[in-house]
């Protein structure tokens, strides 16, 4: 049921995006993230839709890979939709029934929005989960947020607990989907039956999975202990990260790419 979602997961092709540092795709993804936010018009946010669609290209990823990053948070996305046609009603009125108003503005607004969060859920795949490691990820926001130690805050502790969180999403996944099949081989069923009764019948799962879960913890952390893991001093890297011409390279044609919607933006106001 669950396996399909790849959420969290390395899928490796081997390309450019795959061999770039990952420090220069963090800063990308930083870019494509306030990018995102800027457009507002429908030309602009069409062009990010094609640049969208060129990443994935880019990195190789299979379409249908794409699609079990992004069904996982379509409830969420058509929420917001609803949410905001619902509740943006000024403008011109294109269907009403009681207190219920829809406008042109909220259904062009709530478009918006929703495009917004599956873009920027394809790029956060792509850029970061899809093409590097999570021990890459780790790293990569340990060097970057390296000057913070200068006001002793943890940077290590912090790169390895988000690193250890992505780590972890596939393996909860896949716990979640042993824990249903087998309520399900008990007489379990989630399918039918009023939504009392079906949010009744997840705490079978959940129950099993937070005993799971804090029994992985617990094990994690006997064996960091056991190999005398005692935070970052004194620590080096075995393959420390180093950016060549190639990820300059990478890093500056991706950045032209999204800043181009975003001039797109300002040229039709």
Known sequence: MLNNISLGRFYDTGSVLHRTDPRVKIILYMVFLIAIFMIKTGPSLALFGIVTVVQIIVAKIPLKVIRTTVVPVLPLIIFIFL?????LTTGNV??????????DY????????????????????ILLTLTTTPLKISDALESLCSPLKLIKIPVHEMAMMMSIALRFIPTLISETNKIMNAQVSRGADYDTG???????GYITVLIPL???????AEELAIAM????YRGGTGR???NPLRITGRDIAVGVIFTAVAVIPVVLEYILR
């Open 83 to 87: 949410l905001n046609v619902f509740t």
């Open 94 to 103: 294109l269907w009403e029934w009681k207190f219920i108003r829809i406008t």
């Open 106 to 125: 909220g259904v062009s607004r709530a478009a918006l929005m929703a495009c917004r969060l599956l873009f920027l859920i394809i790029s956060t795949s």
């Open 194 to 200: 009023s939504v009392i009764r079906r949010v009744k």
């Open 210 to 216: 937070f005993v799971s879960s804090f029994k992985r």
């Open 225 to 228: 202990d056991a190999r005398c």
């Open 236 to 238: 080096t890297k075995l």
